[in-house]
């Protein structure tokens, strides 16, 4: 039997400040299929961006020992913010910090333990609605670039009905134009089952 089906790991996109939404899904989670905890928050800002002549911008990579300092600093940072967050849960949990693509930086995490799946909480606010205009959703890229599942642990729920984030200008919002649901579904109450 390989390390991974002895135990397996779960492994949980978190950002500073904002873990206390996603511990106790992820703890739940873990509880229920007996695996450890692997909480990483990924800086995709820890980057040098200059402008060239073309009016484009180049990214150019950090020094290794830069993305060393700062990948270690992340992680203490996490661990010291979700330490009190498990008091009282038997859960093996380890944090760590990574400079990058938030969702390629994850699938290398869940490809190098061989994870169960992956964990994350929904992005809010305006600095998230930037981030992912420009980046598209992390959890969107992660159900479609790998084979695990992907868990999607809401920050702020508005409850049915409330504007969609894609679609904040408009009334309700919580169907697309056409009426269509998913999956070819009327997209009405009924549609649930």
Do not use: C
């Not at 390629?104 to 930037?130: F, W």
């Not at 992912?132 to 992390?138: A, L």
């Not at 790998?146 to 408009?170: D, F, S, T, Y």
């Amino acid at each position: 039997m390989s390390p991974a089906a002895a135990s397996p790991t779960i492994i949980v996109g978190v950002i500073p400040g904002r873990t206390a939404a996603v511990v106790p899904s992820a703890v739940e989670f873990a509880e229920r299929f007996r695996a450890s905890l692997l909480f990483a928050y990924v800086d995709a800002a820890s980057a040098l961006v200059s402008p060239v002549p073309d009016a484009t911008f180049v990214a150019t990579p950090l020094a290794p020992e830069v993305i060393d300092e700062i990948e270690q600093t992340a992680g203490e940072q996490l661990t010291a913010e979700i330490r009190p967050l498990l008091d009282g849960h038997a859960v093996e949990w380890s944090a760590v910090g990574r400079v990058g693509d938030p969702a390629r930086s994850l699938i290398g995490l869940a490809d190098d333990r061989e994870a169960l799946m992956i964990i994350v909480g929904t992005r809010e606010g305006l600095r998230g609605s930037i981030h992912e205009f420009f980046n598209g959703s992390v959890a969107a890229r992660l159900s479609h670039w790998q084979h695990r599942p992907v868990v999607v642990i809401p920050l702020a729920p508005k409850g049915v009905g409330a504007p969609l984030p894609w679609n904040r200008g408009g009334d309700a919002g919580s169907e697309p134009a056409d009426g269509a649901g998913p999956a070819g579904t009327s997209g009405g109450p009924e549609a649930s089952g």
